[in-house]
């Protein structure tokens, strides 16, 4: 980076601002679904309904454990090429 230019990475923050969001969404699809099973067990008390929140659980926690981890990568790789043309360049 000759001339200390500098690397925008607004595009990859808007990224990850959206994917924040997406992590918003799935905190609520897993409260929702946490409410439905206890509804069920209350209510209703169907195994197999039950059984099938649960599937859902996993598959909310499996994606917000993945979009974290997705996140972190980015964000330690911004820090990296950051720390990286700071060295080089400042």
């Not at 500098?6 to 990224?15: A, E, K, R």
Request: hydrophobic letters at 35%; charged letters at 20%.
């Amino acid at each position: 980076m000759p001339g200390g230019s500098v690397i925008s990475f607004n595009c990859v923050d808007s990224s990850l601002s959206s994917l924040k969001n997406c992590q918003s969404y799935i905190n609520t699809g897993m409260d929702i679904a946490t409410n439905v099973a206890l509804d069920l067990v209350e209510n209703r008390n169907d195994v197999e309904e039950v059984n099938s929140m649960e599937s859902v659980m996993l598959e909310y926690a499996a994606m917000d454990r993945e979009l974290n981890h997705y996140m972190q990568a980015v964000e330690a790789t911004v820090h990296q090429v950051n720390d990286h043309c700071h060295a080089k360049c400042g």
